[in-house]
């Protein structure tokens, strides 16, 4: 019996009630709690999960793109209870933490170009925010300052966060559009989605065209754009939008030359998602502002941050009276736990060669999604790295499935009862397990969402076909 096990049986609190009280008590984010069926985890071992009835699930999203080397891994639970012997937590307004500083020291060395300076926060949301907070405050106190640069450009479908800054470069009104009035305006670009070009467009010159639409805005307005925000290569939240080769480097290139600062969101991208560390090192871009977030440390603490250059840096440098310090934190930002589980999440990709070691999951995975593709309910499947998605159809590869009908969550409620935990977006399926899932539980995944997607599809075939013959 576990030690987690134990705990319950002393609470002697039975699952169903467990269950009650998680779907009364506990208000679960992006969920529509008038229809919650309860799932409550209880503990994890590696890529499994088990909830309170003992039930296990292959935690195939990384319990939401966070968990890299899966859960209970030895060396970060052992770097968390040592730094618990030494401080919990001190606060970073003035004063530092051995761990905390080792670990924006790490950062430092590991991103790309010359970032150098680690603003830590807790979430990627208020890393976003912290970022676009200083974007517009050093045009205001760089040696010669642009005050008129106030906007910011960002892409159709991003998403950044729910804060109200990062919501605000955030495009996907499904998440946002309640709160429009509350939000600040943004100069938007479409997404660089390659499959929305207009007909007369080949495809292969889908970097060129994206990047002369940004060309205009920027030629026409850079006087007043104070940064421009991006998920570099692929757009998450967005159902998985793989931008063309070169649009990054493209973007760095133009964002350079008219002036704009170049905020790249890594907050999913970041920790080697897409099979390189950061999505900016698949096209040798810098950004003048790097996010990142969700697997920092490893999954298992809140933590997050915005990092940038000295140039950057070297404007909000002053006496204390000047004002030119950024006002701006958080009370658990770069909190020693966590940086202690991001310090050992760092390490095991070091020590264990994750990235170096990754060809054969990816293997494993891009073939799962040639099978998942010749299912007559896949319109497309997209791979990077170890993120994926599985495109949903009800027939013709452009037609889609009635909102209403939720076939993408009924896929992943079918999943569970396949011992997978799956989260959809909308009818885009998602696999994004840890980097430590082995080829035999990828292929586990695989059989169980063939199966899952069979099982829903068919039952939603044989509704129509009821509705037509009445
Ligand atoms: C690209 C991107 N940026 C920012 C965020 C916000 O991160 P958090 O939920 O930690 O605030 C997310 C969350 O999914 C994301 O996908």
Redesign the pocket.
């Known amino acids: 019996m576990t030690n987690e096990r134990i705990h319950n049986d002393e609470m002697k609190v039975n699952p169903s009630q467990l269950d009650a009280w998680d779907g009364h008590y506990h208000w679960h984010a992006f969920t529509q709690m008038a229809e919650y069926e309860p799932l409550v985890i209880e503990r994890a071992e590696g890529v499994w999960l088990f909830d309170v009835h003992g039930n296990r699930y292959l935690d195939g999203v990384s319990s ?3 968990n890299l080397h899966g859960h209970q891994h030895p060396k970060i639970k052992a770097a968390i209870r040592d730094q618990l012997d030494r401080v919990a937590h001190n606060t970073s307004l003035g004063m530092g933490n051995s761990t905390t500083t080792l670990l924006a020291k790490r950062l430092a060395e590991i991103t790309p170009g010359n970032l150098e300076h680690v603003f830590f926060a ?7 925010e912290s970022a676009l907070k200083m974007a517009f405050q050093y045009w205001r106190q760089c040696d010669t300052p642009r005050p008129e640069k106030t906007k910011y450009l960002a892409l159709g479908n ?6 109200l800054g ?1 919501a605000s470069v955030g495009g996907i009104a499904r998440f946002h559009a309640m709160f429009s009035p509350l939000l600040f305006e943004v100069i938007r670009l479409p997404s660089p989605d390659p499959r929305r070009l207009p007909a007369d467009q080949p495809t292969e010159n889908a970097a060129e065209y994206y990047l002369s639409q940004l060309e205009q805005v920027l030629a026409d307005r850079h006087e007043e754009i104070a940064a421009m925000v991006l ?1 570099p290569l692929v ?3 967005a159902g998985m939008i793989f931008h063309p080769p070169g649009y990054l480097a493209g973007v760095r290139e133009l964002t350079r030359k008219y002036d704009v600062l170049l905020i790249t ?5 970041g920790f080697g998602r897409l099979g390189t560390m950061f999505a900016c090192d698949q096209e040798q871009v810098v950004p003048d502002f790097l ?1 990142l ?2 697997s920092i440390t490893g999954g298992y603490l ?1 933590l ?1 941050a915005a990092i940038t250059n000295a140039d950057i840096y070297a404007a909000f440098l002053g006496t204390s009276a000047s004002g030119r310090s950024f006002m701006h934190g958080h009370t658990y930002a770069g909190n020693p736990l966590a940086a202690a589980a991001a310090l050992a999440t760092l390490e095991i990709l070091e020590e264990e060669k994750t990235l170096e070691r990754l060809a054969p999951q990816c293997e494993q995975l891009a073939q799962i999604l040639a099978t998942l593709s010749a299912h007559p309910h896949v319109a497309e499947t997209r791979q990077k790295g170890m993120l994926a998605a599985v495109e949903l159809t009800p027939g013709e590869p452009q037609s889609r499935f009635p909102e209403d009908q939720r076939i993408g969550y009924q896929v992943c409620r079918e999943a569970l009862r396949h011992e997978v935990w799956l989260r959809p977006l909308g009818d885009v399926l998602v696999i994004m397990p840890p980097l430590s899932t082995s080829t035999e539980e990828l292929k586990f995944l695989g059989d169980a969402l063939l199966q899952s997607i069979d099982v829903v599809t068919r039952e939603f075939a044989k509704d129509q076909a009821a509705v037509h013959s009445q």
């Not at 807790?122 to 976003?128: K, L, R, T, Y």
């Not at 969101?265 to 991208?269: A, N, R, S, Y």
Request: net charge negative; charged share 20%; with cysteine.
């Open positions: 939401l793109w966070c807790s979430d990627g949301s208020s890393a976003v991003a998403y950044h966060g729910d804060t990062s998920e757009q998450g939240a969101d890594e907050i999913v991208t996010c977030g969700k809140p997050s």
